[in-house]
């Protein structure tokens, strides 16, 4: 149980276009879904945190109005990254979490490698 | 700000070795303590973790303390498998206030067991 999927796991698109990444929650309901950027060799980073049916919380320095997320569901939360440029490109994952964020365990899924030419 | 460093990889034992992986930490309150696994083409996967100052976590027999003192929680497991390889991360979170807990990442340890 407590399984997270992530899609796409790879994408590449052209500078300048915008590229949606979906998380769900398969089997249970998530109330608070994160977000996290990893650079290679780097720690996971927390972008946003997002409760359902709220606007996302963004961690200082993260661009809201570039990074878009919606959590319009209790098993769907969407980035969209919006004019992508190369140096956006990165490793994203999410997780989520079936409490209000109280301290429950967060799931992760498998990341999606966004790659910006 | 809350950090968490742990030693730079990657590792390569045989198997049946025992391994260490160091995680200290700085935080300004009480924070819980994790360690999580990675395995190939696999989202992060909660390994043990340690709420308290001397709690030990474990789990697949890997060990991990909570030393307030040291300010560390170094990753044990007296005997590796192969079946160990993947990249090991340790957290912590803190009450940033309201519900939310965040978490706080080491840059991750890759571990390979070679049989």
């Known amino acids: 149980g407590a399984v997270v999927s992530q899609h796409p796991s790879r994408v590449i698109c052209k500078s300048g276009t915008s590229v949606k990444i979906e998380c769900r929650s398969l089997?249970?309901?998530?109330?608070?879904m994160f977000w996290y950027r990893q650079f290679p060799k780097q720690s996971l980073m927390l972008m946003a945190t997002s409760n359902e049916g709220s606007k996302a919380t963004y961690e200082q320095g993260v661009e809201k109005d570039k990074f878009l997320i919606n959590h319009a569901s209790l098993t769907l939360s969407t980035l969209t990254v919006t004019s992508a440029h190369p140096e956006d490109s990165s490793f994203y994952i999410c997780?989520?979490?079936?409490?209000?964020?109280?301290?429950?365990?967060?799931?992760f899924g498998p990341g999606t490698r966004l790659t910006v030419l | 700000g809350n950090s968490v460093t742990q030693m730079e990889g990657p590792v390569t034992l045989s198997e049946e070795a025992f391994l260490t992986i160091n995680c200290t930490y700085t935080?300004?309150?009480?924070?819980?303590l994790f360690w999580y696994v990675q395995y190939p083409g696999e989202g992060l996967q909660l390994l043990l973790k340690a709420t308290k100052a001397d709690d030990k976590g474990s789990n697949k027999g890997f060990e991990a303390t909570y030393r307030k003192e040291t300010t560390s929680f170094h990753l044990e497991k007296g005997s590796v498998q192969v079946s160990d390889s993947a990249v090991y991360f340790c957290?912590?979170?803190?009450?940033?206030?309201?519900?939310?807990?965040?978490?706080?990442f080491g840059k991750g340890t890759l571990l390979t067991v070679n049989p």
């Open positions: 089997d249970f309901q998530a109330t608070t």
């Open positions: 957290a912590l979170t803190e009450n940033s206030g309201g519900s939310n807990y965040k978490l706080t």
């Open positions: 997780s989520a979490s079936p409490g209000l964020a109280g301290g429950d365990e967060q799931f």
């Open positions: 935080a300004t309150g009480y924070p819980s």
